[in-house]
């Protein structure tokens, strides 16, 4: 898929958009996961979303980074796709209790809009991962604090997500 994708020729940047064209209206919100790079495969599925939404650490690179997404994102909106909405983002693994956590979080709300409470460093999340489960079924009190941040975020995209009209 990839290669359909990326091979030369006019109209590449809008390749995906028309693939997911005739099943866009079967699902609620489809997910598509990029790189961290702005390649031309991050550029088709910005062309094809609805809404830009990074996942990120709060550390001093990833607010850099966030910076020049959101310039490339208002290029994109620019020349291909005038209804992208975003950037906005989730920060995860952050640390509350350092300094470097703190101002990282800081820089980048200053640049893009977070959305949720940033969800904390814990390796309960590797841990649960590891076995298979769930953090609702790894049992923990921390586990199921970490499962509520996941769950305030999804109810808060889904609202977004029903609320916005749907552009033409």
Known sequence: ??????V????RERRLKE????????YDIVLIDCAPS???????ALVAA?????????ALFSANGLAKLGKNIAGIRDSYN???RGPRVIVNKYESQTISGREALADIGTYIPIIGTPIPKAVVIKD???????????GTTTARNLFAFYRDIAV??????HAAPTAP
Request: hydrophobic letters at 50%; a negative charge; charged letters at 25%.
């Open 1 to 6: 898929m990839r290669d359909e994708l990326v």
């Open 8 to 11: 030369a020729g006019t109209g």
């Open 128 to 138: 649960a991962a590891e076995a298979r489960t769930s953090l609702l079924d790894w």
């Open 82 to 84: 005038p209804h992208l």
């Open 156 to 161: 808060q995209l889904l609202e977004v997500e």
């Open 50 to 58: 609805t809404d830009a939404i990074e996942l990120s650490e709060a």
């Open 38 to 44: 702005l390649d031309l495969l991050t550029i088709n």
């Open 19 to 26: 693939g997911l064209a005739p099943l866009i209206n079967d």
